[in-house]
Each structure stands twice: as structure tokens, then as C-alpha cells.
């Protein structure tokens, strides 16, 4: 802060602060030891107690004995644990907004920032995405102490490196890198700490979707996720332990998880709770899950519509029924209106929930049919991918198998067998050129191909022959 009068800084600060024109600005004008002083702090943030035991402390100070800096003052009447002295005005208006208290004092150039707050949070529950059977149920929150007091609770270890920054211009958006120091691996992490620092967004309001934007590769049009979340503790500390790199992001209660691969999505948490030949079983199911529900409504749809190439074994996945509505149109219909009724769900009341399951079953189940408007066989055949989507843990991978599924379906429709391979080789080249926010490659390790990591991947090793 530039050495003013005391009453020019006190206006600037007042200014910036928006002391008159915010209600939950709370500013106190004191005196200490004679000398004017003034305090800011959003009422919401207020640890009333600790700042009206701070306070009482100072309005009884009667002499200065001695104390010529800041420092000096906050070495013997501050008892706060983290207490700063900030001498840049702009740094300190931003830290009152994350909820610290600025102190300024009369003769002293710059200001004490102390962190007496209290965040509103909600309780550490499970996350509804990520259940297990066995095991520990709580969740990161939007707290970002609290999240790295989880992982601290499961990582006592000195290795455990948690840095943070602030990004995003007008959010000033608090963002944590987690790592093991003896793990890691460099080049990623300053690969990663380089985008960091030249984030150009001016606000990262969405946490950290917005945060991925501004560092992810400008790919539009690539609807593959560049990122793996979690909203369990567990999860994160696992993936630490493994030499990945976590970045958790203030108001947020998912952490991301670098370096991601194709392939790291096939890992769940359930994985770890069951034996190892079970986890195994279940990591390699949710692959050819994940794969059928790219290709069993297309290879569907590209059979019978080619009655002359499709073998009499498979005759009985000919459409007998009558209908009015083109196969083609009755998936694409299917598709929406499963996507429809997702967000349609997420805005029904719980006291209603089960009135509109009821509703939608009767729209896509006998009243379709009767009207000739869909097949039996179509809801056979997306009634299993709609089951089969939930799967997969990752809302984004299930939307990017989801899109190339239409992509594939309409390129049947037009070209047939020419366009069923065509649109094989365009998913399989979107995937190949995907690049990663950080890391060697999207299908790493097969490309590069790393033997040891992919057997890592498809089958659950015992944890008592790892390496720790």
C-alpha cells in the first residue's frame, strides 16, 4: 500500500471495499494506544468470537512499548495463528474478499491480514455419484481446507505437498496443487504449474470446469473428457500414491485428477474394496460395457437394415412388428428423449419422483409401441445402453460414447457399411489425436505402449505386492 495520510487510505480502502455500498461489509473504526485504526470484514466470514477477543485485546493497549513495524504489533497483540502483513493494497482487498480481516493502523505503511473466519459449509457426506458397499463414506466439500484436511487424514506423510495460487483475474479463484514429493513426476507437474500461470480467463466462476476450459487444448469439437473427477477422499489419496497430480479448486467439491488416459476410466473405487480377482473382474466388465454401448444399437440398426447380409443365426434380431415411424428416427427419438427425461429428473421435486418414473415408463413402454410410434426391439436395445451408461462413473465419458453413437447411427443411415467403417476410423482417429491436459498421450499406455502400466490398469493388483 503507498504511504498516504491515514484517512486517504482509509477512503481508498472503503472505495474498493465497498464499505457503503455492500451490506455485508462490515468496517470498525478503532483506537489503539491512541493511534486511529480501522477494520474490514465480510459479516458472513466473521468469527465473531475470535475478532471480539482480538478487539478487546488492542482497546486495552495503553502504550505502544517499543513497537515501530507491523510485525512488531502483530508479534505481541495478535493472536491469531495466520496473520500477515500485506504492504500491496490490491493483494489485500482480494484476501478481505476470501474472507480475511484487514487491519490498518495509523503511522504504519501497509496492513495485518488475519484469517478469523467462518465459511458456511454442509456437512461431509458421501458423494451420490461414488458409493461403496464397504469402506470410508464421507466427501470433499467446497471448503478447500477441509478437502486437504481429508487427504491429510489419509496421507501423514511429509511427502505430501499441497501449493497454492490464486487464478482468474476478477474471481481470484484459490486453486491447490497436490502432490508426493518422491512421486511425482516433474516434467508433468511443471507442465501443469505453466498453464497455471498464464491462465488469460478474467473469471472462473464455474470452478473447476472453468478452470479446465482455460488450460485444456482448444479442440470444440472433441467431446472425449481431458480430465478425471472424484468427490471421494479415498479416491484422491489412491491416486497420489500412484504419482498422479490432484488439483482441487476453492468452492468446489471435485478434485481433479492429472494425468488422464482413456483408459484411467475403466478404475472405480469400487474396484478396491473387493478381492483382487473380483476388482479385476469388474474394471475389465466396465470396459466391454463401455464398448457395447458404442456399438450394439448401430451394429443393430446396420444388420436389419440390411436383411441380405444378415446371417440366419441372427435372424431373430429381424423387426417383425409393424411401424410407422422410420427405425432410424425411433433411436435418434429414443436418444433425446432419454436425455430429456435425465434433465427432467434432476428438477422434479423427491415427493414427485416416483410419478414421473411412472409417467415416463408409460410414454417410451406400452403407449409408444401401441401407437406404432416405436418397436419393441428399439427399447430393448436402448433400454440396456441407458442401463449400461450408469456403468460408467464419468458423466462425461458416458456423454462422449453417447455422441459418437448418434455420429455413428446417422453415418449408417447414409452410407451403410461404407459408413459404419467410416465412422469406426473417425472414433478411433478423434481418440488417437486427443490431446491430454497434461501427459505422454490420451491412449497411453498403449500409444505409448508401456506394458507394466497397462497391466496395471486391467487387472487389480494386491495391494500387499505394491510398491510403497
Known amino acids: ?86 504492504q500491496d493494497r490490491d493483494s489485500a482487498v482480494t484476501a478481505v474478499f476470501s474472507g480475511k480481516t484487514l487491519l490498518v493502523i495509523e503511522g504504519f505503511c501497509g496492513g495485518i491480514l488475519l484469517d478469523a473466519k467462518q465459511i458456511p459449509l454442509r456437512a461431509v457426506e458421501e458423494p451420490d455419484a461414488s458409493r461403496v458397499l464397504r469402506g470410508s463414506h464421507d466427501g470433499f466439500g467446497e471448503s ?87 468427490e471421494r477422499p479415498d479416491v484422491a489419496a489412491a491416486c497420489l500414491m500412484e504419482g498422479n497430480i490432484l488439483v482441487m479448486v476453492d468452492n468446489s467439491a471435485s478434485v481433479m485428477i492429472l494425468p488422464t488416459t482413456i483408459l484411467s476410466f475403466a478404475e472405480e473405487i469400487n474396484d478396491y474394496y473387493f478381492p483382487p480377482v473380483i476388482g479385476s473382474y469388474l474394471r475389465i466388465l466396465r470396459l466391454i460395457v463401455l464398448t457395447m454401448t458404442l456399438f450394439i444399437t448401430p451394429m443393430w440398426y446396420l444388420l436389419v437394415n440390411d436383411p441380405a447380409h444378415l446371417p440366419e443365426a441372427l435372424s431373430f434380431l429381424q423387426v417383425e412388428s409393424e411401424y410407422a415411424v422410420p427405425l432410424i428416427v425411433q433411436l435418434l427419438l429414443v436418444e433425446f428423449i432419454i436425455d430429456i427425461l435425465k434433465l427432467a429428473s434432476l428438477n422434479t421435486p423427491n415427493a414427485l419422483s416416483n410419478s414421473f418414473s411412472m409417467l415416463g415408463a408409460l410414454i417410451l413402454g406400452d403407449f409408444a409401441v401401441q ?30 460414447v453417447k455422441l459418437c453413437r448418434i455420429a455413428l447411427l446417422v453415418l449408417i443411415w447414409l452410407l451403410g457399411w461404407w459408413g459404419f467403417a467410416l465412422g469406426v476410423a473417425g472414433i478411433l482417429l478423434l481418440v488417437a489425436t486427443t490431446p491430454p491436459l497434461v501427459g505422454r498421450g490420451y491412449l497411453y499406455p498403449l500409444i505409448p505402449f508401456n506394458g507394466k502400466a497397462l497391466a496395471a490398469l486391467l487387472r487389480r493388483r494386491p495391494i500387499s505386492r505394491e510398491n510403497t
Open 371 to 400: 401407437s406404432r410410434w416405436l418397436v419393441p426391439e428399439v427399447l430393448v436395445y436402448m433400454a440396456f445402453v441407458a442401463v449400461a451408461n450408469y456403468a460408467q462413473h464419468s458423466y462425461e465419458m458416458g456423454y462422449a
Open 144 to 230: 478447500l481446507m477441509r478437502n486437504a484436511a481429508l487427504l491429510r487424514r489419509r496421507l501423514r506423510h511429509p511427502a505430501l505437498t499441497l501449493s497454492r495460487r490464486q487464478v482468474g483475474g476478477r474471481t481470484g479463484l484459490d486453486v491447490a496443487v497436490c502432490y508426493m514429493e518422491d512421486l511425482v513426476d516433474r516434467k508433468l507437474l511443471s507442465e501443469l504449474d505453466e498453464k497455471l500461470d498464464h491462465i488469460a480467463a478474467r473469471s472462473l466462476s464455474m470452478g473447476q470446469e472453468s478452470l479446465a476450459e482455460s488450460i485444456s487444448p482448444g479442440r470444440w469439437y472433441d467431446p472425449f473428457p481431458k480430465v478425471r473427477y472424484t
Open 1 to 86: 500500500m503507498k504511504r498516504l495520510d491515514f484517512e486517504g487510505r482509509v477512503g481508498q480502502l472503503d472505495e474498493l471495499l465497498g464499505a457503503e455500498r455492500s451490506f455485508d461489509m462490515t468496517s470498525r473504526t478503532l483506537t489503539i494506544a491512541s493511534r486511529r485504526a480501522k477494520l474490514w470484514v465480510i459479516n458472513g466470514y466473521a468469527d465473531d468470537a475470535v475478532l471480539e477477543r482480538m478487539i478487546s485485546v488492542w482497546l486495552t493497549a495503553a502504550q505502544w512499548n517499543g513497537v515501530r513495524t507491523l510485525e512488531e504489533f502483530a508479534r505481541r497483540y495478535v493472536s491469531v495463528a495466520d496473520v500477515t502483513v500485506e
